[in-house]
């Protein structure tokens, strides 16, 4: 199956700094991937959408100026929490479809931990 | 939006037995997929199953798209198992997943 990796698996910074993280799919082009975010024992969240070549989207409620999204390539996108503080410790968790049609698997990486002290 | 509920919150199992876990959604859909949740967070695919039915292994699902709810059956249960097990669905055509309140399995040997 497709795997899509995330880079790093854990981060602690301080809060004020910035943090970014990478996802990539690793044998698969992705034109889209999503962004999620899960607090502890809860569900996931979607915060936005990831677009290769134009601007992300972002769900109701996710601050696009605090999450800045870039999609540089059709194997990556990165996600940057800017001014990080201890609200936004979370589990961070992307997507990429197996492909564009709308009825197929979606591919999840392992996980970024952020904690902001 | 799509509601999406999971049955039951919160199961324990003895090893070797066997569970039923229900998600309702609140909408027609055109992606319904299970995974479970290992204790790192790594999110496992277990089906893509906007209807009917499939099986691997021990797991089988079932999805009934005209009433709305899809079952995820666990046969012979292991301490493997043990994690969260999280429906998702997808109605706006856009591949933007909504996923369910999830059941928290746990499997004693």
């Known amino acids: 199956g497709a795997v899509v990796s995330q880079h790093p698996s854990r981060v602690i910074c301080k809060s004020g700094t910035s943090v970014k993280i990478e996802c990539r799919s690793l044998d698969f082009q992705a034109t889209t991937m999503f962004w999620y975010r899960q607090f502890p024992k809860q569900s996931l969240m979607l915060m936005a959408t990831?677009?290769?070549?134009?601007?992300?989207?972002?769900e109701q409620g996710v601050e696009k100026d605090k999450f800045l999204i870039n999609h540089a390539s059709l194997t990556l996108s990165t996600l940057t929490v800017t001014s990080a503080h201890p609200e936004d410790s979370s589990f961070y968790i992307c997507?990429?479809?197996?492909?564009?049609?709308?009825?197929?698997?979606?591919?999840f990486g392992p996980g970024t931990r952020l904690t902001v002290l | 939006g799509i509601q999406v509920e999971q049955s039951p919150p919160d199961l324990i199992l003895q090893e070797g037995a066997n569970s039923t876990l229900r998600c309702n959604f609140s909408?027609?859909?055109?992606?319904l997929q299970w995974f479970h949740q290992n204790p790192w967070g790594q999110l496992i695919n277990l089906f893509y199953i906007p209807s009917g039915t499939k099986q691997n292994g021990r797991l089988s699902a079932t999805t009934v798209a005209t009433e709305r709810y899809s079952l995820l059956y666990i046969s012979s249960s292991q301490t493997t198992d043990s994690g969260v097990y999280f429906c998702?669905?997808?109605?706006?055509?856009?591949?933007?997943?909504?996923f369910g309140t999830g059941t928290r399995l746990l499997v004693s040997p």
């Open positions: 990831s677009n290769e070549g134009s601007k992300a989207t972002y």
């Open positions: 998702a669905v997808d109605n706006t055509g856009f591949q933007k997943l909504v």
């Open positions: 909408d027609s859909v055109n992606n």
């Open positions: 997507s990429a479809p197996g492909s564009s049609f709308a009825t197929d698997t979606q591919y």
